[in-house]
């Protein structure tokens, strides 16, 4: 069974260190933040656009900013992600032996 790299990296470098893994919790905090703000808001904006002009607002850049809605809204999710396993690595370091 191989390794991920990415995991290992992420483990050995961030997951070790309490106070980057706090600095990197807060980035993925913002992170999350900013990518989530308007994003149900832009999505039901598109989705009015391209239900009310059809094909043509698709073919005029509807698609495109459909791509791009959701690949902020996964970026938003790794940022989500990443969050969590810092919360849970501080939160277990931090009450181990209770």
């Not at 483990?11 to 706090?22: D, G």
């Not at 900013?34 to 656009?49: E, R, V």
């Not at 509807?62 to 996964?74: D, F, H, R």
Request: hydrophobic share 55%; proline share 1%; charged share 10%.
């Amino acid at each position: 069974m191989t390794v991920n790299p990415v995991k290992a990296w992420f483990q050995r470098v961030i997951l070790r260190r309490y106070w980057l893994c706090f600095i990197v919790m807060g980035l993925s905090f913002f992170g999350f933040g900013i990518g989530t703000l308007n994003l149900i808001y832009i999505f039901q904006a598109n989705a009015n656009l391209l239900l009310t002009h059809g094909w043509q607002a698709l073919w005029d850049g509807g698609l495109v900013q459909l791509i791009e809605i959701l690949v902020t809204g996964y970026t938003s999710l790794l940022a989500y992600i990443v969050f969590k396993a810092c919360e849970y690595r501080l939160a277990h370091g931090l009450t181990d032996g209770l």
